[in-house]
């Protein structure tokens, strides 16, 4: 091997011990000797690769930085685009509706005589939403309750799977699932004995014969946030440590007891904090709404009637919008949307990071 | 072969907490050199300040001179370009999980961008023979990974990864904690057998290991270094009154 | 006294008995539809699945027959264009965040970033991307809609990539920076490479995510009747038809919808089955 003449970085050798040589196995043979010697000039030549290193850095803050890059892109297209909304209506477009002096009544949405206002999609979005939560909160900490505490072991890994799938089916296929299961049920069997039972309370008017409305879409909507609350609620229950339980136990609780004041009264903070995110998923929800809700920008008081939400007029009139104004309307309606669920979002993620931090969940 | 290290005046820290202690320290060339003491006493400090794996961690501070081969290896030197020539072996074996037997030997290869596969497979072969594990994995270089190992040849496999870069200089630290007996005196063997080829430091906790393998020692306890002398005068008649109760066993 | 005291007891019991079973009933009231929908599903699905499904274009209203070929095209090239852009950004932000940034300010701003970014609705993302890329340009395209679900890949990807990463073991690192291997060669070539498994696992249930988006591409990608494989153009995707033909009139249109859906479905459940047999299994077989 001729690189092997390569001069090697040699400094001072301390010098060598005057101790008694010690048997040891000499290197085998010359040209291995040699070869390494090649491979130590290579090695030495190569560079600190400093300037790698640090482009390599960079170029991952960069794309890190993105993440923010993207919220500050959407805020500043959506408020650009909202201003000439915004310039016709100011905050009156989220308390204010035009009142039609020939009629007398309230004109929410008037593409035609450029007479807009967020009240109706407000009401739908928030009506919807709660009906959601109302009817979601209560079966999810439900199931969350069985699966940590009480499932037998062999149960648990399906059920919790079954969750997890049904948090990754699509929105649209919730909607089609209820066009053509939920909506007939509706309106065939459970809205007219809602209608029978409770149409006293105006809540339930027999006037929509549709089976679409604002309980149909509350009732899809929670089908589709129970497994997110579900999961983070078990989530921070099982962040509870077992000494709780135990000690809730060891003063001879019953199984019950145990889980109200050992699990449940520790993990509250969280299981709100889940509840507002299923909450921030319902506010935003879009495909399986527009749907469903019947789509008339109306309030009104019954369940059964029709409605619509801030995503789904979006949906329905954004590809068809008929003037700018309509345009930057529907735009004003998503930047709210926009700012209300990164609220709501930040909100969750705060409290169920107080509760879940310092598990661990993320080992190195 | 090796090169010689001295140390001198050297301080580090963990935070605010000062582990090692104005250590002065001269390792020979082409020996083993023991550091023995009770734990926490930093000895594992500082091997890792002897290739800056030390500052690896982002709390960590060090000050003073490590002259390697003459090498002024804070001053004069990238991280990178000490650690090529400093090879290492850690205290639970650490091959890379998804690569076969050849790769890990040949990673300090490769990944400095070395790619002539004929020379590879050479240095493979000899970096495993050099181990003492070629006889035992010979026949599926390639097809095993280097986890699927039993803990004693993952530890060789180690060594030889360390000795693929041809180093000057082989840091153990505490290569045979966490292996079985038959391993450990397989590992010392090996080390018996290295050490006319490199500059061998050894931290251990195991005195006997140290007079088995290493011409020199050195006591380290609290952050300082309290004696260092041929192995022979540490263990049969230290000078220090600290290192006498260490090594009859008197504490720690 | 004792009287109250045995009283108290057995209310105590009742009260025991009465939550298990309420969370029984829970389970069950919660399961059962959910179990209904997958097999409503599979079945109307399945009946309405041929292979003409997978090779012929829509046809017009009143004739039989047809499929979603172009559709399904379609969203092959949409998640093609989102996974460039989503994966690659979102990957070196995980990089970022587990091998850089542990323990930083900025690191911390852009985790929970992220996180609120993912709770963001998918229509925001849909008109954002439409003032964008459409209004620039002047027209609906399909490189617009693999935009938006580009961006919607990215939290996702990053944040499963974060957590990927902080499971390979630090000794693994170490090693590799003991050989004077140079930072982002050990990065890449170590340890992403060691938790590779879990990252790709995890880029699979982004892509699964959105490929069922709708909302973002009514008005980017817009869909299409016919057949078009250019960016620039209006595309079909499967979620858009399966909407448009759900609240069709047509029977026809309808069957089409149901096996359009199955196939979605049957797309999402092996990526969800799949990351959870890789997580399960372990991603870093005999890493210690």
Same mark, same amino acid.
């Given at each position: 091997?001729?690189?092997?003449?390569?001069?090697?970085?040699?400094?001072?050798?301390?010098?060598?011990?005057?101790?008694?040589?010690?048997?040891? #196995?000499?290197?085998?043979?010359?040209?291995?000797?040699?070869?390494?010697?090649?491979?130590?000039?290579?090695?030495?030549?190569?560079?600190?690769?400093?300037?790698?290193?640090?482009?390599?850095?960079?170029?991952?803050?960069?794309?890190?930085?993105?993440?923010?890059?993207?919220?500050?892109?959407?805020?500043? #297209?959506?408020?650009?685009?909202?201003?000439?909304?915004?310039?016709?209506?100011?905050?009156?477009?989220?308390?204010?509706?035009?009142?039609?002096?020939?009629?007398?009544?309230?004109?929410?949405?008037?593409?035609?005589?450029?007479?807009?206002?967020?009240?109706?999609?407000?009401?739908?979005?928030?009506?919807?939403?709660?009906?959601?939560?109302?009817?979601?909160?209560?079966?999810?900490?439900?199931?969350?309750?069985?699966? @940590?505490?009480?499932?037998?072991?062999?149960?648990?890994?399906?059920?919790?799977?079954?969750?997890?799938?049904?948090?990754?089916?699509?929105?649209?296929?919730?909607?089609?699932?209820?066009?053509?299961?939920?909506?007939?049920?509706?309106?065939?069997?459970?809205?007219?004995?809602?209608?029978?039972?409770?149409?006293?309370?105006?809540?339930?008017?027999?006037?929509?014969?549709?089976?679409?409305?604002?309980?149909?879409?509350?009732?899809?909507?929670?089908?589709?946030?129970?497994?997110?609350?579900?999961?983070?609620?078990?989530?921070?229950?099982?962040?509870?440590?077992?000494?709780?339980?135990?000690?809730?136990?060891?003063?001879?609780? @019953?199984?019950?007891?145990?889980?109200?004041?050992?699990?449940?009264?520790?993990?509250?903070?969280?299981?709100?904090?889940?509840?507002?995110?299923?909450?921030?998923?319902?506010?935003? #929800? @879009?495909?399986?709404?527009?749907?469903?809700?019947?789509?008339?920008?109306?309030?009104?008081?019954?369940?059964?009637?029709?409605?619509?939400?801030?995503?789904?007029?979006?949906?329905?009139?954004?590809?068809?919008?008929?003037?700018?104004?309509?345009?930057?309307?529907?735009?004003?309606?998503?930047?709210?949307?926009?700012?209300?669920?990164?609220?709501?979002?930040?909100?969750?993620?705060?409290?169920?990071?107080?509760? @879940?931090?310092?598990?661990?969940?993320?080992?190195? | 072969?090796?090169? *010689?290290?001295?140390?001198?005046?050297?301080?580090?820290?963990?935070?605010?907490?000062? $582990?090692?202690?104005?250590?002065?320290?001269?390792?020979?060339?082409?020996?083993?050199?023991?550091?023995?003491?009770?734990?926490?006493?930093?000895?594992?400090?500082?091997?890792?300040?002897?290739?800056?794996?030390?500052?690896?961690?982002?709390?960590?501070?060090? $000050?003073?001179?490590?002259?390697?081969? *003459?090498?002024?290896?804070?001053?004069?030197? !990238?991280?990178?370009?000490?650690?090529?020539?400093? =090879?290492?072996?850690?205290?639970?074996?650490?091959?890379?999980?998804?690569?076969?037997?050849?790769?890990?030997?040949?990673?300090?290869?490769?990944?400095? =961008?070395?790619?002539?596969?004929?020379?590879?497979?050479?240095?493979?072969?000899?970096?495993? !023979?050099?181990?003492?594990?070629?006889?035992?994995? !010979?026949?599926?270089?390639?097809?095993?990974?280097?986890?699927?190992?039993?803990?004693?040849?993952?530890?060789?496999?180690?060594?030889?990864?360390?000795?693929?870069?041809?180093?000057?200089?082989?840091?153990?630290?505490?290569?045979?904690?966490?292996?079985?007996?038959?391993?450990?005196?397989?590992?010392?063997?090996?080390?018996?057998?290295?050490?006319?080829?490199?500059?061998?430091?050894?931290?251990?906790?195991?005195?006997?290991?140290?007079?088995?393998?290493?011409?020199?020692?050195?006591?380290?306890?609290?952050?300082?270094?309290?004696?260092?002398?041929?192995?022979?005068?540490?263990?049969?008649?230290?000078?220090?009154?600290?290192?006498?109760?260490?090594?009859?066993?008197?504490?720690? | 006294?004792?009287?109250?005291?045995?009283?108290?007891?057995?209310?105590?019991?009742?009260?025991?008995?009465?939550?298990?079973?309420?969370?029984?009933?829970?389970? /069950?009231?919660?399961?059962?539809?959910?179990?209904?929908?997958?097999?409503?599903?599979?079945?109307?699905?399945?009946?309405?699945?041929?292979?003409?499904?997978?090779?012929?274009?829509?046809?017009? /209203?009143?004739? /039989?027959?047809?499929?979603?070929?172009?559709?399904?095209? &379609?969203?092959?090239?949409?998640?093609?264009?989102?996974? %460039?852009?989503?994966?690659?950004?979102?990957?070196?932000?995980?990089?970022?965040?587990?091998?850089? &940034?542990?323990?930083?300010?900025?690191?911390?701003?852009?985790?929970?970033?992220?996180?609120?970014?993912?709770?963001?609705?998918?229509?925001?993302?849909?008109?954002?991307?439409?003032?964008?890329?459409?209004?620039?340009?002047?027209?609906?395209?399909?490189?617009?809609?693999?935009?938006?679900? &580009?961006?919607?890949?990215?939290?996702?990807?990053?944040?499963?990539?974060?957590?990927?990463?902080?499971?390979?073991?630090?000794?693994?690192?170490?090693?590799?920076?003991?050989?004077?291997?140079?930072?982002?060669?050990?990065?890449?070539?170590?340890?992403?490479?060691?938790?590779?498994?879990?990252?790709?696992?995890?880029?699979?249930?982004?892509?699964?995510?959105?490929?069922?988006?709708?909302?973002?591409?009514?008005?980017?990608?817009?869909?299409?009747?016919?057949?078009?494989?250019? %960016?620039?153009?209006?595309?079909?995707?499967?979620?858009?038809?399966?909407?448009?033909?759900?609240?069709?009139?047509?029977?026809?249109?309808?069957?089409?919808?149901?096996?359009?859906?199955?196939?979605?479905?049957?797309?999402?459940?092996?990526?969800?089955?799949?990351?959870?047999?890789?997580?399960?299994? &372990?991603?870093?077989?005999?890493?210690?």
């Amino acid at each position: 091997m001729v690189i092997a003449q390569v001069p090697e970085i040699r400094f001072n050798q301390s010098q060598l011990l005057t101790e008694p040589d010690l048997p040891g #196995e000499r290197p085998s043979a010359q040209p291995a000797q040699q070869e390494a010697s090649a491979i130590r000039s290579f090695l030495l030549a190569r560079g600190n690769s400093a300037w790698a290193d640090r482009g390599f850095h960079w170029l991952m803050v960069l794309c890190a930085l993105s993440i923010f890059g993207i919220v500050v892109l959407i805020a500043t #297209e959506l408020v650009a685009r909202s201003r000439i909304a915004w310039g016709a209506f100011g905050l009156d477009f989220f308390y204010k509706a035009f009142i039609d002096t020939y009629t007398g009544k309230p004109m929410y949405w008037d593409p035609v005589n450029g007479h807009f206002s967020a009240l109706p999609f407000l009401y739908g979005t928030l009506v919807s939403s709660f009906l959601a939560l109302l009817l979601a909160v209560p079966l999810a900490i439900g199931v969350a309750v069985f699966l @940590t505490e009480m499932c037998p072991g062999f149960l648990r890994a399906p059920l919790a799977f079954i969750t997890e799938l049904l948090a990754a089916i699509p929105s649209v296929i919730y909607g089609l699932w209820a066009v053509f299961v939920l909506v007939p049920l509706l309106r065939e069997y459970i809205n007219p004995a809602l209608i029978k039972s409770f149409g006293w309370t105006g809540f339930f008017s027999n006037d929509n014969p549709t089976g679409l409305g604002f309980l149909t879409a509350g009732v899809i909507l929670a089908i589709m946030i129970l497994p997110i609350i579900s999961s983070l609620t078990r989530e921070v229950m099982t962040a509870v440590p077992s000494s709780q339980r135990e000690a809730v136990l060891a003063l001879g609780a @019953t199984r019950w007891e145990m889980i109200r004041m050992g699990v449940l009264r520790n993990a509250r903070i969280g299981i709100v904090g889940a509840v507002i995110l299923g909450l921030g998923r319902a506010l935003g #929800e @879009t495909m399986a709404v527009a749907m469903v809700i019947g789509n008339s920008p109306e309030i009104q008081r019954s369940l059964l009637a029709n409605g619509s939400t801030m995503s789904a007029v979006i949906a329905n009139e954004f590809a068809e919008a008929s003037s700018d104004l309509h345009l930057s309307a529907l735009m004003e309606l998503g930047l709210a949307l926009f700012i209300v669920t990164i609220i709501v979002n930040a909100i969750a993620r705060m409290l169920v990071w107080m509760v @879940t931090r310092g598990t661990p969940s993320s080992v190195h | 072969m090796g090169v *010689g290290i001295e140390v001198a005046n050297l301080n580090a820290w963990y935070g605010t907490n000062h $582990t090692l202690q104005d250590i002065d320290l001269n390792i020979p060339a082409n020996h083993a050199t023991a550091l023995i003491g009770p734990s926490g006493c930093g000895k594992s400090t500082f091997v890792r300040c002897l290739n800056r794996m030390h500052e690896t961690n982002p709390i960590a501070r060090v $000050t003073g001179t490590v002259l390697i081969g *003459g090498l002024d290896i804070y001053a004069d030197a !990238k991280p990178v370009e000490i650690r090529r020539r400093v =090879g290492m072996v850690f205290q639970r074996p650490n091959p890379f999980p998804t690569m076969s037997i050849y790769d890990n030997v040949a990673a300090g290869l490769k990944l400095n =961008g070395y790619s002539n596969h004929h020379v590879l497979d050479e240095i493979v072969e000899k970096s495993l !023979k050099n181990s003492a594990l070629w006889e035992e994995v !010979k026949d599926d270089l390639k097809k095993k990974s280097g986890a699927s190992l039993s803990g004693g040849q993952q530890q060789r496999l180690c060594i030889a990864r360390a000795l693929a870069v041809d180093p000057e200089v082989l840091l153990m630290d505490e290569p045979a904690s966490a292996l079985d007996p038959v391993s450990t005196s397989k590992i010392e063997d090996l080390i018996f057998q290295l050490k006319s080829q490199y500059t061998i430091v050894i931290v251990t906790h195991n005195m006997q290991q140290a007079a088995r393998v290493a011409e020199k020692t050195g006591f380290f306890l609290n952050g300082r270094m309290v004696e260092f002398d041929s192995t022979h005068k540490i263990f049969t008649n230290p000078s220090d009154k600290r290192t006498e109760d260490y090594i009859t066993g008197r504490f720690g | 006294m004792r009287d109250e005291h045995q009283l108290r007891a057995k209310l105590r019991t009742l009260a025991d008995g009465a939550a298990t079973g309420l969370a029984v009933l829970a389970t /069950v009231l919660v399961v059962a539809p959910l179990v209904a929908i997958f097999v409503y599903l599979v079945y109307k699905g399945s009946v309405s699945l041929n292979w003409a499904f997978f090779t012929h274009n829509p046809v017009p /209203v009143g004739e /039989v027959g047809g499929g979603m070929a172009n559709a399904i095209v &379609g969203s092959a090239i949409l998640l093609g264009v989102g996974s %460039l852009i989503g994966i690659p950004i979102g990957i070196a932000g995980g990089i970022f965040l587990a091998e850089f &940034g542990r323990g930083t300010k900025l690191a911390n701003a852009i985790r929970f970033t992220a996180d609120v970014l993912n709770g963001v609705p998918s229509i925001v993302m849909g008109i954002a991307v439409y003032s964008l890329v459409v209004v620039p340009q002047g027209h609906f395209s399909a490189f617009s809609g693999g935009v938006a679900l &580009g961006i919607m890949m990215i939290p996702t990807v990053c944040r499963t990539t974060e957590e990927m990463l902080l499971m390979v073991p630090h000794a693994v690192r170490e090693a590799a920076l003991a050989l004077g291997v140079p930072n982002w060669r050990s990065v890449l070539s170590i340890t992403v490479r060691t938790a590779s498994a879990g990252i790709i696992t995890g880029c699979m249930l982004a892509f699964a995510r959105v490929a069922g988006e709708t909302a973002p591409l009514i008005f980017t990608a817009f869909g299409n009747v016919g057949w078009s494989e250019k %960016l620039s153009e209006p595309i079909a995707a499967l979620p858009l038809q399966i909407y448009v033909y759900a609240l069709s009139p047509y029977d026809e249109w309808h069957r089409l919808a149901w096996a359009g859906a199955l196939v979605l479905i049957v797309l999402i459940v092996l990526a969800v089955s799949l990351v959870r047999y890789v997580t399960s299994r &372990g991603v870093l077989k005999g890493a210690s």
